[in-house]
């Protein structure tokens, strides 16, 4: 467990150091709200747009760390030969995964907070209706997305690649699964091609969770579902 603790608290003094990943998680979403949010009005619902928009945002965050940051972590370290050094010692796949689905998902923590209280005391944004939904919505959406990242951190050799496919998975997954453009602003044919994407079932169920609605049980069950698929086959393609 002391290991474990350890290697986060170098993760973590590792991300912090490094200004773009510190920038893209938390300062460039609280950009958008600002840009999203100058004008203020509603959606066509009469929900207010700082109410959708700080969870959408939210998914964003999370989107982010999982599927860029985290990645390109890990793809670095084979690429520095730091996980070949690793190899030689106790630690395993599952461990390593662990400590660092920890510390990227804290920097993404930092994020949603940053983006809650900027919501809260600048445009009067609601709070959360269902507070543990939400709570469980997001877990869920960081487990599912990190899976990802962390399959694409498995198998790439290079920070520089992972990088690379990790922003051509999430630009288009953030327009099109609604944690940009709301849904109820989308024609017909791109919210369906969105559902499909898995970044689709965590904007719905933060969204619902935060809105006080009823959240979809297919939402929760396929976000575990990429949970376990994707993360089950990242380590089992893990090449040290």
């Not at 009469?46 to 939210?58: F, Q, R």
């Not at 999982?66 to 106790?90: C, F």
Request: hydrophobic fraction near 60%.
């Amino acid at each position: 467990m002391r290991g474990i603790t350890q290697v986060i608290a170098v993760e973590l003094k590792l991300i912090a150091r490094d200004p773009m990943s510190a920038f893209f998680a938390l300062a460039f979403p609280a950009i958008m709200l600002w840009v999203k949010l100058r004008n203020g009005g509603s959606l066509p619902s009469g929900l207010s747009l700082a109410d959708a928009n700080v969870p959408m945002l939210t998914t964003f965050v999370i989107g982010m760390a999982a599927l860029v940051i985290l990645p390109a972590t890990v793809a670095q370290y084979r690429e520095r030969l730091v996980l070949k050094r690793l190899r030689a010692t106790p630690a395993s796949p599952g461990m390593l995964f662990g400590a660092q689905w920890v510390a990227h998902m804290l920097l993404a923590v930092f994020g949603t907070a940053l983006l809650v209280a900027i919501g809260f005391f600048v445009y009067d944004a609601s709070a959360p209706a269902n507070v543990g939904g939400v709570v469980v919505a997001w877990i869920l959406a960081a487990l599912s997305l990190s899976a990802i990242g962390f399959l694409l951190g498995a198998v790439v050799p290079s920070g520089r690649g992972a990088t690379v496919i990790g922003l051509s998975l999430f630009f288009p997954m953030v327009f099109i699964s609604g944690a940009i453009i709301p849904r109820e602003s989308m024609g017909g044919s791109m919210r369906a091609i969105g559902d499909l994407t898995p970044m689709a079932p965590a904007v719905q169920a933060i969204r619902a969770g935060w809105e006080g609605s009823a959240m979809s049980p297919i939402s929760l069950a396929v976000m575990l579902a990429i949970c376990l698929v994707a993360g089950g086959v990242a380590i089992k393609a893990f090449r040290w």
